[in-house]
C-alpha cells in the first residue's frame, strides 16, 4: 500500500469570501481521496499528516491563474507535490461536467490527485463510455457518460 500524506489549507481570501468550514471542507476531501471507488482500489491510502507529501489547497480563480495560467480551472504539478483546487469549482461545479456538485467534487479531487501520481490527461475512449477520471470533464464531456470512478 502507498500511504500519501497531504496538508490542507484554505487560501485566506477563499475562507473571506465563502467563509466556509475549513475542518468540514477537510472532513470532505479526506472522504474523497480515501473513497472505495477512487485510487485506494490501486493501493493508495491518504491521510492528514506531519511532513505531507502533497499540499493541497483551496484557491481563488486570481490565486490559479497566476500559478497555473487558467483560472477557470483546478490544478496540480504532474508527478508534483502540489494541488490547487478551484473554490469556485467546489463551490459551484461545472454544468458541463453533467455532474451533480457532490459528484463533480469527487471527480475534482481524484482527477488533480490522479496528476499528483503521475497521471495526465486523456480523452473520450469511445462514445457512451464512461468518462476517465483524468478527462477534463469540467470542460465538457462529449459523447462520454459523467463519472466519478478511476477505472
Known amino acids: 500500500m502507498k500511504h500519501i500524506r497531504y496538508s490542507l489549507t484554505v487560501d485566506r481570501d477563499v ?55 487558467d483560472g477557470s ?9 502540489n494541488m490547487y483546487l478551484n473554490a469556485d469549482r467546489w463551490m459551484h461545479g461545472s454544468p458541463a461536467s453533467k455532474l451533480p456538485l457532490k459528484k463533480y467534487r469527487q471527480y475534482m479531487v481524484s482527477h488533480e490527485i490522479g496528476h499528483i ?3 495526465d490527461h486523456t480523452g473520450c475512449p469511445c462514445a457512451g463510455c464512461l468518462a476517465p477520471i483524468m478527462m477534463q470533464q469540467t470542460k465538457g464531456i462529449g459523447k462520454c457518460r459523467p463519472n466519478t470512478s478511476v477505472e
Not at 31 to 40: A, E, F, I, R, Y
Open 73 to 81: 480551472l483546478s490544478c496540480a504539478e504532474l508527478d508534483g507535490r
Open 117 to 119: 501520481l503521475g497521471y
Open 15 to 69: 475562507d473571506t469570501r465563502y467563509s466556509l468550514g475549513t475542518s468540514d471542507f477537510r472532513q470532505q476531501v479526506h472522504t474523497l481521496l480515501n473513497d472505495p471507488h477512487g485510487w485506494t482500489k490501486f493501493g493508495y491510502r491518504f491521510s492528514l499528516g506531519s511532513k505531507p507529501n502533497v499540499r493541497i489547497r483551496l484557491s481563488s480563480p486570481a490565486t490559479i491563474q497566476a500559478i497555473c495560467g
